[in-house]
C-alpha cells in the first residue's frame, strides 16, 4: 500500500432510525482512536516493566458544520442522539478510505453546538464503543 493523504474519505452515520446516512459533506474534521486498556504485571525481579493489553476500545470526534436538511444533514442525525423511549442505542458509524473499511457501534454522548465568533455555527460531536465488539479494519 502506498502513503496516502486522507482526501477520499467517506463517514456514515446512522440516523435515530437506523437508517445509515453519508455525512462526509458536513464533517471538517475527524479523529478516532482503538485504545486497549493494560495491566502492568511488572514483578520485582525486572528492571523494565511487563503488561498485558485488556479491554479494547473505540473512540470519536467529529466537527461537523450545522446542516438541517431533511434526511442528509448532520443535525438530522445527531439532534435525537439520545433515544428517550428505548434508551441509548449504538449507531453504526462506518469509515471507509482507500478501500479500508471501520464500521463501530457508537454511542453519541453529546450534541454540543457553538456559535462561534465568526459567525459559523458548527458541532463537535463525541462518541465511544457501545457493544463491545473490538474494533477491526476490513
Same mark, same amino acid.
Given at each position: 500500500?502506498?502513503?496516502? @493523504? #486522507?482526501?477520499?474519505?467517506? %463517514?456514515?452515520?446512522? /440516523? ?5 446516512? &453519508?455525512?462526509? =459533506? $458536513? ?19 525486572? @528492571? #523494565?516493566?511487563?503488561?498485558? %493489553?485488556?479491554?479494547? /476500545? ?5 466537527? &461537523?458544520?450545522? =446542516? $438541517? ?20 442505542? #449504538? ?18 454522548? $453529546? ?20 457493544? #463491545? ?6
Amino acid at each position: 500500500m502506498a502513503k496516502e @493523504s #486522507g482526501l477520499g474519505m467517506t %463517514l456514515t452515520v446512522d /440516523d435515530s432510525a437506523g437508517t445509515g446516512r &453519508a455525512i462526509t =459533506n $458536513d464533517v471538517t474534521n475527524l479523529t478516532w482512536g482503538m485504545p486497549s486498556g493494560e495491566q502492568d504485571t511488572t514483578g520485582l525481579d525486572k @528492571s #523494565g516493566h511487563e503488561r498485558l %493489553l485488556l479491554l479494547a /476500545d473505540f473512540s470519536i470526534a467529529l466537527t &461537523a458544520v450545522f =446542516n $438541517d436538511a431533511a434526511t442528509t444533514g448532520m443535525f438530522q442525525i445527531f439532534k435525537n442522539y439520545r433515544t428517550i423511549l428505548a434508551g441509548q442505542v #449504538g449507531r453504526t458509524v462506518t469509515i471507509v478510505h482507500s478501500g479500508q473499511t471501520l464500521a463501530n457501534e457508537v454511542l453519541f454522548t $453529546d450534541f454540543p453546538l457553538s456559535r462561534n465568533a465568526d459567525g459559523s455555527l458548527t458541532a463537535a460531536v463525541p462518541g465511544v464503543l457501545a457493544d #463491545g465488539a473490538v474494533p477491526a479494519w476490513s
